[in-house]
C-alpha cells in the first residue's frame, strides 16, 4: 500500500491568512494525487486533481503543488468557509486507493 | 449533471451482511469511462477505500476487504451496489458512492482517476 501522512491533523489559523496543508507519500506517486474538503457531516468535495489542476468551480483561492512524494495545498487568504478537514488522496495505484488522515483547519 | 444517492439498512446485525445502493441519476451509469466506487468513513475518522466497478464491469477491492466486499452493476436501472459480508461492530460508518473519471495514460498503460462526484452517504450501524 502507498501510505498518506498528513502533519499536523489540525491546524489554527485566522480569516485572511496564507495556509499551508503538506502531505507526503510513502512512494512516488508522480502527480496522481487529489485533494478533497470535507465539512462535518457532509460528503467530501473534490479541490484539487493532478497535484495542481483546479476541480470545476473551485475559488482560485485553492491551489496545490508538488511531485513525487511531497504535495502541498494551499489556501492564499483565508475565508470562514473555508474551516474544514482536508484530505489528499493517492491515485497512482489502487490497489488500494489511499488518503491522508486528513488535517482539520481550525478558527485561531 | 451527475448526482448519486446511497440507499440501504441504517441497522445491520453482527454477522449478517450488508446491501447497499447508489443510484445514478442524470447520466448513464455505462456511458464513458467511469470508475464506480465506494468508500466508507467510520465516525469521527478517516476515509477508506472499499472498492470500485469500472464501466466495463471488472472490479478492484481493497485488500483489507476483499473477502468480503462484493461490487456489482445494474444497467437497467443504472446502479451500482456494494454487498459487504459478515459485518462487526469495525464496519459502522458513513458509507459514500462516488464517481471516478478515467484517464488512460499510454506511458504506463494504466488507467488514472480521482473521485469527481460524490453521494451524500448513508449511515450504516452494526449492532445487535
Known amino acids: 500500500d502507498i501510505q498518506m501522512t498528513q502533519s499536523p491533523s489540525t491546524l489554527s489559523a485566522s480569516v485572511g491568512d496564507r495556509v499551508t496543508i503538506p502531505c507526503r507519500a510513502s512512494?512516488?506517486?508522480?502527480?496522481?494525487l487529489a485533494w478533497y474538503q470535507q465539512k462535518p457531516g457532509k460528503a467530501p468535495k473534490l479541490l484539487i486533481y493532478?497535484?495542481?489542476s483546479l476541480a470545476s468551480g473551485v475559488p482560485s483561492r485553492f491551489s496545490g503543488s508538488g511531485s513525487g512524494t511531497e504535495f502541498t495545498l494551499t489556501i492564499s487568504s483565508l475565508h470562514p468557509d473555508d474551516f474544514a478537514t482536508y484530505y489528499c488522496?493517492?491515485?497512482?495505484?489502487?490497489?488500494?486507493?489511499?488518503f491522508g488522515q486528513g488535517t482539520k483547519l481550525e478558527i485561531k | 449533471q451527475v448526482q448519486l444517492q446511497e440507499s440501504g439498512p441504517g441497522l445491520v446485525k453482527p454477522s449478517q451482511t450488508l446491501s447497499l445502493t447508489c443510484t445514478v441519476s442524470?447520466?448513464?451509469?455505462?456511458?464513458?469511462?467511469?470508475?464506480w466506487n465506494w468508500i466508507r468513513q467510520p465516525a469521527g475518522k478517516g476515509l477508506e477505500w472499499i472498492g470500485h466497478?469500472?464501466?466495463?464491469?471488472?472490479?478492484n477491492y481493497n485488500p483489507s476487504l476483499k473477502s468480503r466486499v462484493t461490487i456489482s452493476v445494474d444497467t437497467s436501472k443504472n446502479q451500482f451496489s456494494l454487498r459487504l459480508t459478515s459485518l462487526t461492530a469495525a464496519d459502522t460508518a458513513v458509507y459514500y458512492c462516488?464517481?471516478?473519471?478515467?484517464?488512460?495514460?499510454?506511458?504506463?498503460?494504466?488507467?488514472?482517476?480521482?473521485?469527481?462526484?460524490w453521494g451524500k452517504g448513508t449511515t450504516v450501524t452494526v449492532s445487535s
Open positions: 462516488a464517481r471516478g473519471p478515467g484517464s488512460y495514460y499510454y506511458a504506463t498503460d494504466y488507467n488514472y482517476y480521482y473521485m469527481d462526484v
Open positions: 442524470g447520466g448513464s451509469i455505462s456511458s464513458g469511462t467511469y470508475y
Open positions: 466497478i469500472y464501466t466495463s464491469g471488472s472490479t
Open positions: 512512494h512516488s506517486i508522480s502527480r496522481w
Open positions: 493532478k497535484a495542481s
Open positions: 488522496q493517492q491515485y497512482n495505484s489502487y490497489s488500494p486507493l489511499t
